[in-house]
């Protein structure tokens, strides 16, 4: 069953710790990529990687981190820097060949502070 | 300044009807338009492509138009279920990089 799973569902992060928020991908996809959605505002773009061992800054990547060890795996830290984390967190993969444009996600992780 | 838009208020339709959902744009020249679905607490889920070139594309109820002289793209749901219910997202795609960019979507309720 091909996909993007993320985990947890459900988190919750006390004042000055640091957070991991999971994605796996089984599509053997290149491109992965971290969103942020808010209330009211489209997703916006947190990092994203092209290939394993590189990723890049989205638009608001401060307070967060990702790494790219292999090419299944992005994992989005939300630091103690991120003032305020609370919101609902996805993780997407781009497709190739004719679905280049596609992205495909997971079900997200709501974040909430304690 | 670059601002995508779609109408942030709930679009109520009656079951059978034809839902039409808007996105508009400014300051872009995206190569390509998409629509996506997302249900509650669930991540978007891919629905319709069109590119620049396209005036119009269908697949089964659904059917896009893309008018980049009016910068605004009409989403079409045909005989509308309740099961259509969901919020509707566009997002914009600038051909160098494959990013995209989204709008806040609309949220649809078929109301049977």
């Known amino acids: 069953d091909g996909g993007i799973t993320q985990s947890p569902k459900y988190l919750f992060r006390k004042e000055g710790q640091n957070v991991t928020l999971s994605c796996e991908q089984n599509?053997?996809?290149?491109?992965m990529y971290w969103y942020r959605q808010d209330p009211g505002q489209g997703l916006r773009l947190i990092y994203y990687?092209?290939?394993?061992?590189?990723?890049q800054k989205g638009d608001i990547a401060e307070g967060y981190s990702v790494s790219r060890e292999k090419k299944e795996s992005f994992p989005l830290t939300v630091t103690s820097a991120q003032k305020n984390p609370t919101a609902f967190y996805l993780c997407?993969?781009?497709?190739?060949?004719?679905?280049?444009?596609?992205?495909?996600f997971g079900a997200g992780t709501r974040l909430s502070v304690l | 300044s670059q601002k995508i838009e779609q109408n942030s208020e709930a679009l109520n339709i009656q079951e059978g009807k034809t839902a039409t959902l808007t996105c508009n744009y400014t300051?872009?020249?995206?190569?390509?338009l998409q629509w996506y679905r997302q249900d509650p607490g669930r991540g978007p889920v891919f629905l319709l492509l069109?590119?620049?070139n396209e005036k119009e594309k269908r697949k089964e109820r659904l059917k896009v138009t893309f008018d980049t002289t009016l910068k605004q793209s009409l989403f079409h749901i045909t005989a509308s279920q309740p099961a259509d219910s969901a919020t509707y997202l566009c997002?914009?795609?600038?051909?160098?990089?494959?990013?995209?960019?989204w709008g806040a979507g609309t949220k649809l309720i078929i109301k049977p």
């Open positions: 997407a993969s781009r497709g190739q060949g004719k679905a280049k444009n596609i992205q495909y």
């Open positions: 069109i590119r620049e």
């Open positions: 599509l053997n996809h290149d491109a």
């Open positions: 997002a914009l795609t600038m051909d160098s990089n494959y990013q995209l960019i």
């Open positions: 990687s092209q290939i394993v061992n590189d990723f």
């Open positions: 300051n872009y020249s995206p190569a390509y």
